[in-house]
């Protein structure tokens, strides 16, 4: 027979990146493309002993059904740390465990947006964020980043522009892709705009415990005066993504549309994957967890960063991250960045994904590409870079 | 500030279960309202020594990322299990690994429903599924079950008077409200008219495999020439829930969008749950085990069924399942259903769920309510019914 596909996905293509990442499991390629952490930031011997604790001690609870909202004890303790950390007020908001925080947009953009209505995102921005919004026929628009984060200008000129703004999102800390933060003037700027607006903000926080320079800058949240921001963390980059636990919070009317969204969706989070982050935060020091995996990611982002400066044309500009797992490299204007993206994991064998991934529209003009440096082993981020390098220079030099 | 929700979400509401099931646990109160598999069904040896292997072996695979179609042994191995009983085609269809069944009732109905298509179900049906449905605003048209499963008639009624249909959602086991099984026969003309009006069925088989009383009914999936059946399989029942692993069966054109809409929603599911239900099948005698787990669902059910002839009022009728969780009672006609199940869990302490629970609208009528036998242990399951059978006799005898 003859299938005909909703509006809501007959124009969504898979993701991209995810479609690369298929490619660079050819033998040979050495990847930048990923956005994994690396495998040696995984508390190995702690999961273990956590995971024999579980089943010996309480297997049926492990394995039996659990509520929507969350396992009851990770709820408390990330309440906890969430309001020592100013993104949690009790009187007036919730927070739900999610099966990873790409389910806090869904859930939010779900609660929150009808077909049509405009969802103002960075340009560029999180892939996997946009495909969710654009999977409600949302009216999504780009506005582009500067070097202090959002355009405010332009965010206004948007706002003016879209009187049917719903949700501004957000990743203000070492954005994915660009790598970029936004500044502590920038964030009140644009919490300024959504106020006058009167629009939600979503702040996609995943990286934000993996700072390994220049000084923390509170959250948007930690501002939020009117119950105006969703605020979305995880544990894929600071525990594991195969666990898909991640959490949300915001006011109760909402967290409380997000529970029954979630309720259709996938019933609840996996329980194992609750508990082991509960066990691992309570029995484990997890600051120092944490310290541990910023050494690891500044030393990768360093040997990264060495090996551009040394190979790469001085015609690519690229940034400088304080923290996350990404750079975001730029092509002299009018180059053919795609192109440049093509010959490099067809003929020199590097995997990087091209910049208009992550454009609202894949037609969006950039001439900039992203780079991981969490995945890759040592040597790979030398030797690729180093051939990577070559490239640029045979191309623009 | 003032939330505006969707026109998806606004008129939806919690699950009217799992509200209830938040109410039974007041100490005192024996619950046969939830739909959990009986702790004694969890292999809890078994999972404990996988889970040590797989820590033990590659703990780095159980944390990175994996992909969205889900864990490849996992897949194959479902492929080969479904292949075998006609429920998959290799050279047309596809499997996807979902976090639970319920996932596959949300992707697919994403998928393939624009707001005001119309999606037909029986009357009762799942809530969860109806709910699902319900969060993309199609128009939901409920038909009758009567002793062989949904009616023909009123299905071909509602199929003329709503052109506009796209899918037929059936539980054709053991059926959740009603523990009512489809016959064969009804099997084939329900699937004839799913032909003679184009239109695609879901499949929802969570409890095909506890099958305890009868012979084994061939799936509407097994018989489907056109492409036109969209199954859902699920490892709940059968193993255990909180392990959120499920998985759907389509052509391969509906799991590729069914995929896109995954990966913008939990990207993927857990790894844990996958390799442990992949490791369980790999190393279990599955099939030993099934029927350890039918005979458990057998007792229980016998002892309610005993418990129910000697106890309530012969002015009450239920249905007799031959598998699953659940009976189905029905209070005589004109009764006061709601009135008795408050009346059952305030003053008697016995929690049953309303039948309206599981109407297409909480106004339709019904005089039935629905009672698990799974989850209670059998002292309860004794005492519960002798005290609920009370009540039927003080109000109806």
New interface residues.
């Given amino acids: ?1 003859n ?7 007959s124009h ?4 991209a990146i ?1 479609e690369i990442l ?1 490619f660079t499991s050819v033998p040979g390629v050495i990847s930048f493309a ?1 956005g ?2 690396a ?1 040696e930031a ?1 508390p ?1 011997k702690a ?2 002993e956590i ?2 604790k579980l ?2 001690e309480d ?10 909202e969350g396992y009851l004890p990770l709820r408390d303790l990330m309440k906890e740390r969430m309001t020592a950390q100013g993104n949690f007020k009790s009187d007036s908001e919730e927070l739900i465990i ?3 925080a ?2 806090v947009m ?1 859930l939010a953009c ?5 077909p049509g209505d405009t969802l103002i995102c960075e340009a560029p921005s999180f892939i ?1 964020s946009l ?2 919004f ?3 026929n949302v009216n999504l628009v780009g506005v582009p980043l500067d070097e202090e984060g959002m355009n405010p200008e332009k965010l206004e000129q948007a706002l003016k522009e879209n009187a049917n703004t ?1 949700l501004i999102y957000l990743i203000p800390n070492f954005q994915n892709p660009t790598g970029k933060t936004t500044t502590l003037k920038r964030r009140k700027e644009l919490y300024a705009l959504a106020q006058k607006y ?1 629009v ?1 903000i979503i702040e996609d926080n995943p990286y934000g415990d993996l700072r390994f320079a220049g000084e923390d800058v509170p959250t948007i949240k930690s501002m939020d005066t ?3 921001v969703i605020y979305a963390g995880s544990f894929s980059k600071v525990l ?5 636990v991640g959490y949300g919070i915001a ?1 109760k ?2 967290i ?2 997000m ?3 979630k ?11 609750q508990m082991l982050a509960y066990q691992f935060m309570q029995t484990v020091d997890f600051d120092a967890h944490l310290a541990g995996l910023r050494v690891i990611y500044q030393q990768k982002a360093e040997r990264m960063l060495n090996g551009i400066a040394q190979h790469f044309s001085k015609k690519v500009s690229y940034t400088r991250p304080e923290g996350g797992l990404f750079l975001w490299c730029t092509l002299p204007e009018g180059s053919d960045m795609t192109g440049f993206c093509q010959k490099a994991v067809q003929e020199y064998k590097i995997a990087v994904v091209p910049g208009n991934a992550f454009m609202v529209s894949e037609n969006d003009v950039t001439y900039s590409f992203r780079l991981n440096y969490s995945t890759p082993k040592d040597e790979d981020i030398d030797k690729g870079i180093a051939v990577l390098g070559q490239l640029t220079k045979t191309m623009f030099d």
Avoid: H, W
Wanted: net charge positive.
């Fill in positions: 027979m299938y005909q596909f909703s509006e809501k996905v969504l293509q898979a993701s995810r298929k990923a994994n952490p495998p995984f190995v999961v273990r995971s024999e089943f010996q297997p049926v609870s492990v394995l039996q059904y659990g509520i929507t999610t099966s990873g790409q389910q869904e779900k609660s929150l947006c009808n996997g495909n969710a654009k999977s409600y719903k009167d939600i009117d119950g105006r594991a993504p195969g666990i898909r006011p009317e909402v409380a549309k529970v029954v969204c309720q259709v969706s996938d019933v609840q989070t996996n329980n194992f994957g």
